[in-house]
C-alpha cells in the first residue's frame, strides 16, 4: 500500500522516477544531490517508499532527540555525532562489515548551503567497504529523480569524486541558489 500512495504522491505533485535501483545488490552507498532544502527529505522518503527500498541515511545526532528522534530511527535514520573527532568514515566501513545487508545514503554535499565540491566520506566509505556508489539525482528544475549507473570506486580517488561531482553539476535543487555548481 505504501510504495503505490508514495508513487501516487509524487506523481499528484508532478514528479517521476528514472532510472533503475539495483535490486540485486544487497549492500551499497547512495548519494543523493543536490542538497539544498528541508523539502530533499520528505521527497527522499516518497521515493524510497515508491521504490520499495529498504534505505537508510544518516544525520546528524542534534536531530535524533526528543521529540523528533524517534520518527528519525523509524524513518531509517542514522546518527552521526559531528562534534566529536571520532573516524565516522572506518566506523560506517566497520557498520557495512557486520551487516548482511545495508543501503546507506549520504548528501553528497553534507550541507543543504552552496558548495564548490562534496564531501568525499561517501566515498571512502563505499571503498573501503569494497561496495559500489548509486548515485540519485534531485532534479527539482525537472521534477524528476534519476537513479544512475553504479561507480565502483577505483585508486584514482581524485579523477572518480571529480567524475561523480560532475553528474550533478548545473542541476536545480529545491532552492536553486544552493545548487551544486
Not at 508514495?6 to 517521476?16: D, E, R, T
Not at 551499497?28 to 524510497?48: E, K, N, Q
Not at 520499495?52 to 528522534?69: D, H, M, Q, R, T
Request: proline share 6%.
Amino acid at each position: 500500500m505504501w510504495p503505490r500512495l508514495s508513487a501516487f504522491i509524487l506523481k499528484v505533485l508532478g514528479y517521476s522516477i528514472k532510472g533503475d535501483y539495483p535490486r540485486d545488490l544487497k549492500k551499497l552507498v547512495v548519494i543523493a544531490a543536490p542538497h539544498t532544502s528541508y523539502w530533499d527529505f520528505p521527497f527522499g522518503l516518497l521515493i524510497r517508499s515508491s521504490c520499495g527500498i529498504n534505505v537508510k541515511y544518516v544525520g546528524k545526532a542534534s536531530l535524533f532527540k526528543p521529540p523528533l528522534g524517534w520518527f528519525m530511527k523509524r524513518w531509517g535514520g542514522v546518527p552521526v555525532d559531528r562534534s566529536k573527532s571520532n573516524n565516522f568514515v572506518d566506523s560506517v566501513i566497520e557498520l557495512f562489515g557486520e551487516k548482511e545487508e545495508l543501503t546507506i545514503l549520504f548528501a553528497a554535499e553534507g550541507t543543504r548551503k552552496k558548495v564548490k565540491k562534496f564531501k568525499t566520506g561517501f566515498y571512502y566509505i563505499a571503498k573501503g567497504a569494497e561496495v559500489p556508489i548509486l548515485p540519485i539525482v534531485f532534479d527539482f528544475g525537472k521534477k524528476e529523480f534519476r537513479w544512475l549507473d553504479l561507480i565502483y570506486p577505483t585508486e584514482d580517488s581524485e579523477k572518480d569524486i571529480e567524475k561523480i561531482q560532475n553528474l550533478f553539476r548545473g542541476v536545480k535543487g529545491w532552492t536553486p541558489e544552493n545548487s551544486f555548481s
